[in-house]
């Protein structure tokens, strides 16, 4: 009984496709008449990037990366050998040799494991590429694929350089398609910006935005970041590939997104060009990058010490030490003078000022117009190598005791380092001036946040080396409705603008 209802059930479902497919074939006929043009669309740079596009693709390369078992086996420091990372970067899953620390590998174990892919740029025709330092920092072996997805070479590093994020390898070819530089200098919030990379290994990914901000410093991916910001689409993959503009130059290599997700968000970070193309210019040439070094503590101009000191707000930077014996000290620069310009033009702040002195070879000149107790002056500086590192300025040590009460720094008492005072306070041998031993709640110096166990080294420009000159200044500017002190605070140098109270 069960069988027929069964095959009258299967007569019904296929019957009804067929009814379907009957009233399909009759409405066919009344289907209006279609307008089709089928011309290529009229590319010009109103309608179409595609010509754009094929004319720079050949240009951008991936770049995968391996790295010994050994390595992985034993966890490094980016924590590659971490499932999540690596499923997140669009990299296989190890196999158990790789990701079972308690087995034994080989140390000098052959064996290589993928670990990323990346982006680079073409920029000579016989195979100089530039791309990302965090892409090729880690690798044992690097591989090539051109724009065709077929053609592979092996790569060498030929140098890296952390502080720039910046990286040079080179493949053993010829007649390929170098990118053409735009001066970034000139890149405009607002400017078209194309990206071209292989995010997720998505080869010759191409995504479009405009220029959302120019000199984001403080983003923390790179010692020397002065990062172009851009809403086009940047993902994982497309780090050390190629920023374009609508004319198809580069003006940036992607570098960092900032991402709550791990995607996306419309918050992508690129080395600017001039900025790329100087440090790989320095690797190819001395196999790291030879950054000049003014040695000068410095610090941005804050309205209140712009007024101290007589000039426009926001004006350049101030000098706060200078380092003994160093490439400033010797032009005749001194802490407290502000340099408005570098080699004839102004800068936009502190990080554009270092980046500049950075981007200036060892045993260049430099012009820098600054301004001292509130006159115009040129100097010029002969930069010295960067060793690496701010070096700390250093004076030589001194004190003497004395008691006596100040005027306009009402409140404040001082005395002299000792050696107690530099071991409980951590202060450096080489400081000197007057420790700041207590400071009246209710005074003027406590408003402007002196602190104890600051060490005053000068008073409105005026070195100090004792707390005797500390009070012997503080004389001499009673008369002033606003005092600026230079002091050391755990070791940096700070300054504190201390202005007369106004009483109710």
């Known amino acids: 009984m069960k069988h027929p209802i069964l095959t009258r059930s299967i007569r019904s479902l296929l019957f009804v496709p067929l009814f379907f497919g009957t009233m399909a074939f009759a409405d066919e006929a009344k289907m209006p008449a279609l307008r089709v043009d089928e011309q290529a669309l009229k590319r010009d740079e109103h309608s179409s990037y595609a010509p754009v596009i094929e004319r720079v693709a050949p240009s951008v390369v991936t770049i995968s990366t391996e790295v010994r078992a050994d390595k992985l ?75 065709d997805g077929k053609t592979e070479y092996t790569a060498k590093k030929v140098a890296s350089d952390e502080g720039s994020d910046i990286a040079v390898i080179k493949i053993e070819a010829a007649t390929l398609s170098p990118i053409t530089f735009a001066d970034s200098d000139q890149t405009k919030v607002g400017d078209v910006a194309i990206a071209i990379g292989s995010p997720f290994a998505l080869r010759q990914t191409v995504t479009k935005g405009i220029i959302s901000a120019l000199g984001r410093d403080s983003t923390g991916i ?114 407290e003078d502000a340099i408005v310009e570098l080699n004839g033009k102004k800068f936009e702040n502190l990080t554009a000022f270092r980046n500049a002195i950075a981007a200036t070879e060892p045993g260049a000149k430099v012009e820098v117009k600054i301004i001292r107790d509130g006159k115009e002056l040129n100097i ?100 002033l409705s606003t005092v600026r002190l230079r002091v050391n605070r755990a070791g940096k140098t700070e300054f504190v603008i201390v202005e007369e109270r106004k009483e109710n």
């Open 222 to 335: 790179s010692e020397f970041g002065n990062f172009i910001q851009t809403d086009a689409s940047i993902n994982p993959g497309n780090s050390g590939g190629a920023l374009i503009d609508a004319q198809g130059r580069l003006v940036g290599i992607p570098s960092a997104i900032y991402s709550r997700s791990g995607g996306n968000m419309g918050i992508g970070f690129a080395v600017p060009s001039n900025q790329a193309r100087s440090v790989m210019q320095s690797l190819i040439k001395f196999g790291k990058v030879q950054r000049g070094f003014l040695g000068i503590e410095m610090r941005e101009i804050t309205e209140p010490l712009a007024k101290s000191l007589g000039i426009g707000s926001n004006q350049g930077i101030i000098i706060a030490q200078v380092v003994e014996g160093g490439a400033a000290e010797k032009a005749g620069l001194r802490a």
């Open 73 to 147: 086996a034993k966890g490094n420091q980016r924590g590659m050998n971490d499932p999540m990372f690596r499923r997140f970067f669009g990299m296989p899953d190890l196999d158990d040799d790789a990701q079972q620390p308690q087995k034994k590998v080989e140390p000098k174990s052959k064996k290589m494991i993928p670990a990323g892919i990346g982006s680079g740029v073409i920029v000579s025709p016989d195979g100089y590429i530039l791309t990302n330092h965090h892409v090729v920092a880690e690798a044992d072996v690097i591989k090539v694929t051109l724009a």
């Open 380 to 479: 010029s500086v002969t930069l010295a190598d960067r060793s690496g590192s701010i070096a700390k300025a250093s004076t030589k040590p001194s004190a003497v005791p004395a008691k006596k009460e100040p005027d306009v720094l009402d409140g404040v008492q001082v005395g002299d380092i000792t050696a107690e005072n530099r071991r409980q306070l951590g202060i450096d041998g080489s400081v000197r001036g007057a420790l700041v031993t207590a400071i009246a709640p209710d005074s003027a110096s406590a408003d402007a946040e002196l602190k104890r166990g600051d060490v005053i080294v000068s008073i409105n420009g005026k070195d100090v080396k004792s707390a005797d000159e500390a009070i012997a200044l503080s004389e001499e500017v009673k008369h």
